[in-house]
């Protein structure tokens, strides 16, 4: 029974797919890396790996509890623990709770400016799920989310935020817009008949061409970061592979059939590896 009962609550927090973690992890890591010029701090490195499981766990939980009377009526989320009702919504709300704690302790032992850097963060966590509901740009407010650990990474490591971090703050916004656009291509047909907002519906028509204006947008602010951090030949050898793996995206959601779509998505795990290890090496 117990088993039983973990085994749902981590399906709530979505461990089964841990390519959420992946996505904002690759950022976090790219600001600790850039910001400590190569050497970040042990403690600093872990509070953030830790820091990025926890809360991409209680986003998840958050964004389950807010979309219960939807997700039900979505093809790829009919089984969701709160839909099935495995998961009752006191146990979801506890759980988000007891999530956001654990990372609040951890950030405690980070200096001030990244624990008011965190108050922000929380907030956002909670303002995203309902940005489908009043606005097309959902994944613009995911874009911020996910990002806004770049800037506390740089305070951590700096106590400060330079113009360097906005940049690679910028970079990290706009890559969620990219690949959660693709992933809104695959429910595209199910958002519109429930009435949930997206950038793929925004787009329309031209949802492929918005999405390689934004993947050039991208790697062009990373020959620019670059330029900033001195980066090596390495690094932009890295990004001709980044490129390449933007092409191959864009072979997959062509025809913009769902599956495909969701394969683009998650081929973005690779794209935030190349860059971090085109930044460490």
């Not at 506890?94 to 001030?112: D, E, Q, R, S, Y």
Request: net charge positive; proline share 4%.
């Amino acid at each position: 029974m117990l088993i039983h009962r973990l085994k749902q609550y981590a399906l709530l927090m979505r461990l089964n797919k841990p390519i959420g973690i992946a996505l904002l992890l690759w950022p976090t890591l790219w600001a600790l890396w850039l910001a400590s010029h190569g050497q970040p701090h042990v403690t600093i490195l872990l509070i953030f790996i830790a820091g990025v499981v926890l809360m991409r766990s209680a986003g998840c939980v958050v964004n389950d509890v807010t979309d219960r009377y939807i997700d039900g009526h979505v093809q790829r989320t009919l089984k969701r623990p709160l839909v099935t009702g495995t998961v009752t919504l006191l146990e979801a709300w506890f759980i988000a709770a007891l999530l956001g704690m654990a990372a609040f302790f951890l950030v405690l032992l980070c200096n001030p400016l990244t624990i008011q850097l965190a108050f922000i963060g929380a907030g956002l966590t909670l303002i995203y799920p309902f940005m489908k509901r009043f606005t097309h740009l959902p994944q613009l407010g995911l874009g911020v989310a996910f990002a806004w650990g770049i800037l506390m990474a740089f305070a951590a490591e700096t106590a400060s935020i330079p113009f360097s971090a906005w940049m690679v703050f910028a970079a990290g916004v706009i890559w969620p817009i990219i690949y959660d656009t693709m992933y809104a291509m695959a429910d595209k047909a199910d958002d519109i008949k429930i009435g949930v907002k997206s950038t793929a519906i925004l787009f329309g028509h031209r949802d492929i061409q918005m999405i390689v204006g934004l993947q050039i947008i991208f790697i062009l602010l990373l020959v620019i970061i670059g330029g900033i951090f001195h980066l090596t030949s390495i690094y932009y050898i890295s990004l001709i592979f980044v490129g390449a793996f933007f092409i191959y995206q864009q072979r997959l959601i062509r025809h913009r059939d769902p599956k495909q779509c969701f394969r683009a998505f998650l081929n973005n795990h690779w794209v935030g590896m190349i860059i971090f290890m085109g930044i460490y090496l």
